[in-house]
């Protein structure tokens, strides 16, 4: 009994790391009018140092020597996985941005694997993005930059678990993601600042930046740690492949974001391929924030 509540704690914590990261990228995208995407950006990369700082106190243990080089590469791909993503949901809606996001760690995790019949969850991933094709062409279908833009996102994305998996290994997962989530807030928070101006400041824009930061960073990586540290890496993967179809919905409840049948299709195929990678024996590699 005692385990099964344990696990289940742990499954709660999952389901709402995404619902929560989700649906700060719902407000994040209401922000974009005020401040757009780079201020958006600027806002979270801030709000979600300083809170990690507070919370993991990274100074106790700071990397030394050719250690800074990984934590630096770590923080530029988380920062370009966010700026790239914000920019891709202007343009996109939420659940199709997610699903070109998750090429990246789907990829990480099928070209670390040998086996033939891992080929099966490729061609599903390619099917599912095929699927959006026919529509960057229309007039009422995908913008071409979104869609390269959530590609781009995807490919940081996959630096992010690399870089992250090494960084590892030298400072615990807390103190890693402090030090990479401050590389990121010192090179993107000036380029917020310097394309937005005195709007950034603003007690309009403040207070829903600092819930974007709670919502999209602090609080569903701490969920994630619970989770990690109660349920096998493996549940968590095949978890965390549901969350294309939870971006998808957050866009529809929050955004008034409506796909088409196709695009649901898509955003299945991707599911299913990344719920077959994760049954995929290879090295342990953790998902991002």
Do not use: H
């Not at 080089?69 to 770590?74: A, L, R, T």
């Not at 070109?100 to 033939?116: C, D, N």
């Not at 602090?218 to 095949?238: D, G, K």
């Amino acid at each position: 009994m005692q385990i099964n509540r344990i696990l289940l704690t742990a499954i709660g914590s999952v389901l709402l790391a995404m619902v929560t990261i989700q649906s700060g990228a719902s407000l994040a995208k209401q922000l974009f009018p005020i401040v757009g995407p780079e201020g958006t950006t600027a806002l979270r990369l801030g709000f979600a140092a300083a809170i990690l700082w507070l919370v993991f106190r990274p100074w106790r243990a700071l990397p030394q020597g050719r250690d800074w080089q990984s934590i630096i590469i770590y923080g530029l791909c988380l920062g370009g996985m966010n700026i790239l993503f914000y920019l891709a949901i202007e343009r996109i809606p939420l659940g199709i941005a997610v699903a070109l996001e998750f090429t990246g760690p789907l990829a990480v995790a099928l070209f670390g694997s040998k086996r033939k019949s891992d080929l099966f969850w490729v061609a599903c991933a390619i099917a599912g993005i095929l699927l959006l094709m026919p529509s960057l062409s229309s007039a009422q279908g995908l913008d071409v930059v979104g869609a390269l833009m959530a590609l781009g996102a995807g490919a940081c994305w996959a630096g992010y678990i690399l870089f992250g998996t090494r960084t590892g290994k030298q400072a615990s997962g807390g103190i890693t993601v402090a030090l990479g989530m401050t590389v990121a807030a010192v090179v993107l928070v000036p380029v917020g600042a310097i394309s937005q101006g005195v709007a950034l400041i603003s007690w309009e824009v403040l207070p829903l930046g600092l819930l974007v930061g709670v919502l999209s960073s602090a609080l569903p990586y701490s969920l994630e740690m619970v989770a990690l540290r109660n349920m096998p890496t493996q549940a968590f993967s095949v978890l965390m492949s549901l969350e294309p179809a939870i971006a998808a919905l957050a866009g529809f409840v929050i955004l008034s974001e409506q796909l088409t049948v196709l695009q649901w299709s898509a955003i299945g195929l991707v599911i299913i391929a990344s719920i077959g990678s994760s049954f995929t024996p290879k090295k342990a590699v953790e998902m991002g924030v």
